[in-house]
């Protein structure tokens, strides 16, 4: 079908016949998988990602659809963050792929959490409180090793922030 104008008609067309290929179009449920990039601010982690809905039911030419194992979003950046992000997000589809069960716009609620690490202290004194008697403490320093959230422990400082203390009351 060639629109014109009136009065104007089609004399020739080259190529004179012209191939087409109908592909067949199917449906599949997928699970949704977020694409996380960036890093979360020094000591954090990405500790969970939730998407609702987890899965969709795409649309498209069967020798695309047929090969999926799972349908990506659009990258989401979690660069610097160290809590909850919350945010709507769109799929990241082909050419001629549709969502047919839900719109192509998902809910993603990323946890971000402080790493939990181990740190040793060494050289600390141990002080004897609770008495006024003289003592000896054997050894009198010793080492700890510690574990709990990286931006705490980071900062911890062996000489202001930790103290050994014996009771010696009775």
């Given at each position: 079908?060639?629109?014109?104008?009136k009065?104007?008609?089609?004399?020739?067309?080259?190529p004179s016949?012209?191939?087409?290929?109908?592909?067949e179009?199917i449906?599949?449920t997928?699970?949704?998988?977020?694409?996380?990039?960036?890093?979360?601010?020094?000591?954090?982690?990405?500790?969970?990602?939730?998407?609702?809905?987890?899965?969709?039911?795409?649309?498209?030419?069967?020798?695309?659809?047929?090969?999926?194992?799972?349908?990506?979003?659009?990258?989401?950046?979690?660069?610097?963050?160290?809590?909850?992000?919350?945010?709507?997000?769109?799929?990241?589809?082909?050419?001629?792929?549709?969502?047919?069960?839900?719109?192509?716009?998902?809910?993603?609620?990323?946890?971000?959490?402080?790493?939990?690490?181990?740190?040793?202290?060494?050289?600390?004194?141990?002080e004897?409180?609770?008495?006024?008697?003289?003592?000896?403490?054997?050894?009198?320093?010793?080492?700890?090793?510690?574990?709990?959230?990286?931006?705490?422990?980071?900062?911890?400082?062996?000489?202001?922030d930790?103290?050994?203390?014996?009771?010696?009351?009775g």
């Amino acid at each position: 079908n060639i629109p014109l104008p009136k009065d104007v008609t089609v004399v020739k067309t080259s190529p004179s016949v012209l191939s087409v290929k109908l592909e067949e179009t199917i449906q599949k449920t997928l699970p949704v998988n977020v694409q996380i990039v960036g890093e979360p601010e020094s000591g954090y982690l990405v500790a969970e990602v939730k998407i609702v809905p987890p899965l969709v039911v795409l649309q498209g030419p069967e020798k695309i659809i047929e090969n999926l194992q799972s349908v990506d979003t659009q990258p989401l950046d979690v660069s610097g963050l160290s809590d909850i992000l919350k945010k709507e997000i769109v799929l990241d589809l082909s050419e001629n792929v549709t969502v047919v069960s839900h719109t192509d716009k998902m809910q993603v609620e990323v946890l971000i959490q402080a790493q939990v690490i181990s740190r040793k202290f060494q050289d600390i004194q141990v002080e004897g409180k609770g008495t006024v008697l003289a003592h000896t403490i054997n050894p009198p320093k010793i080492t700890i090793k510690v574990r709990g959230p990286a931006p705490l422990l980071e900062k911890l400082n062996v000489t202001k922030d930790i103290r050994v203390s014996i009771d010696l009351s009775g």
